[in-house]
């Protein structure tokens, strides 16, 4: 299992191959390589998941939105979680 990081295309960088996208996570900007994507098929506004610097999958909103859910509640401690649901863990 790897840790990615959800984050959305925000321009095709030109050079590199074609293998370079501007990315944007949580407001920051990141260069990302997409070279291990299919070629031709990730563009502007295109949600991916990131892992040491590569984009390693193509998702739609929703899986981005629920990628990103995971990682919030991984940084949560034990008691914040349990204590969500009211009841017993």
Same mark, same amino acid.
């Given at each position: ?5 959800? /984050? ?8 590199? +191959?074609?293998?370079?996208?501007? $990315? &944007?996570?949580? %407001? @920051? =900007? ?12 990730? /563009? ?6 990131i892992?040491? +610097?590569?984009?390693?999958?193509? $998702? &739609?909103?929703? %899986? @981005? =939105? ?24």
């Open positions: 299992m790897c840790l990615g990081i959800p /984050g959305r295309v925000v321009a095709l960088l030109d050079g590199y +191959g074609g293998q370079l996208a501007l $990315v &944007d996570v949580e %407001g @920051a =900007a990141r260069k990302v390589n997409i070279g291990m994507l299919d070629e031709n098929t990730v /563009g502007a506004g295109d949600w991916v998941v892992h040491m +610097g590569f984009a390693v999958e193509k $998702v &739609d909103a929703t %899986g @981005a =939105a629920e990628a990103l859910a995971g990682l919030e509640l991984m940084g949560r401690s034990r008691p914040e979680v349990e204590g969500e649901g009211g009841g017993e863990p």
